[in-house]
């Protein structure tokens, strides 16, 4: 099991970060190239009609997150591939499902306290990947894609457990990123020093270290 991408929601469902992590000679990383909600191939065109500015928005943006608007300095923590955006937006739904007001809390497991009441496990399998959701008592909601190579399921409680704790240190650093006085509440996450803390926890969860 191994994490391909990260998102970060916030209390709203406004995206605040959305990030791919590629694994070296992975045989899905034709399909983890990363967009930029600009990315068009005018070859790929069925017809010669030309999408308006909207659609190609809504199908190149479904989270409405790469907007021309955007920092030009937001470097790869705002890169993701067209399919991870879609299994992240399609898994909010679940997400919803599973931790709405109308759940009663069920998801949570009974007593549990600190980062284990905030797991909310699996959220939905997608293919040969799988979503997992962690949410925090201020409703931020973290998602994260795994791709699940371990058919016979062997590793599965000890890689789960694994990824509970790496929750948890994401989370502490989301938390001493708002800290900070000149963070934007809502706003996109725009730090480098938070995009690499993140990007050596989860290559550290991959096992690839650079």
Same mark, same amino acid.
């Given at each position: 099991?191994?994490?391909?991408?990260?998102?970060?929601?916030?209390?709203?469902?406004?995206?605040?970060?959305?990030?791919? $992590?590629?694994?070296? %000679?992975?045989?899905?990383?034709? @399909?983890?190239?990363?967009?930029?909600?600009?990315?068009?191939?005018?070859?790929?065109?069925?017809?010669?009609?030309?999408?308006?500015?909207?659609?190609?928005?809504?199908?190149?943006?479904?989270?409405?997150?790469? &907007?021309?608007?955007?920092?030009?300095? &937001?470097?790869?923590?705002?890169?993701?591939?067209?399919?991870?955006?879609?299994?992240?937006?399609?898994? @909010?739904?679940?997400?919803?499902?599973? +931790?709405?007001?109308?759940?009663?809390?069920?998801?949570? +497991?009974?007593?549990? &306290?600190?980062?284990?009441?905030?797991?909310?496990?699996?959220?939905?399998?997608?293919?040969?990947?799988?979503?997992?959701?962690?949410?925090?008592? &201020?409703?931020?909601? $973290?998602?994260?894609?795994?791709? *699940? %190579? *371990?058919?016979?399921?062997?590793? @599965?409680?000890?890689?789960?457990?694994?990824?509970? +704790?790496? $929750?948890?240190?994401?989370?502490?650093?989301?938390?001493?990123?708002?800290?900070?006085?000149?963070?934007?509440?809502?706003?996109?996450?725009?730090?480098?020093?938070?995009?690499?803390?993140?990007?050596?926890?989860?290559?550290?969860?991959?096992?690839?270290? +650079?």
């Amino acid at each position: 099991m191994a994490l391909v991408c990260l998102a970060i929601v916030g209390k709203d469902n406004e995206p605040l970060y959305l990030r791919d $992590f590629p694994l070296p %000679n992975s045989t899905r990383n034709n @399909l983890n190239a990363p967009l930029t909600g600009n990315d068009h191939d005018s070859n790929d065109n069925v017809s010669n009609a030309q999408p308006n500015d909207d659609m190609k928005q809504k199908y190149d943006d479904p989270f409405g997150f790469f &907007t021309e608007s955007m920092p030009k300095n &937001t470097g790869e923590s705002h890169s993701s591939s067209l399919r991870n955006q879609f299994i992240c937006h399609a898994a @909010l739904d679940r997400f919803y499902e599973l +931790t709405g007001p109308n759940s009663g809390n069920r998801w949570r +497991t009974p007593g549990a &306290t600190g980062s284990e009441a905030m797991w909310v496990g699996l959220l939905c399998p997608v293919e040969e990947l799988r979503v997992y959701g962690y949410l925090t008592n &201020t409703n931020i909601k $973290f998602m994260a894609v795994i791709e *699940d %190579n *371990d058919e016979a399921g062997t590793q @599965l409680q000890l890689r789960e457990a694994e990824l509970k +704790t790496l $929750f948890a240190s994401l989370h502490e650093l989301y938390v001493e990123y708002t800290l900070n006085p000149f963070t934007k509440i809502k706003a996109k996450i725009v730090s480098r020093r938070f995009d690499e803390s993140v990007r050596k926890s989860i290559n550290a969860f991959n096992g690839v270290y +650079t």
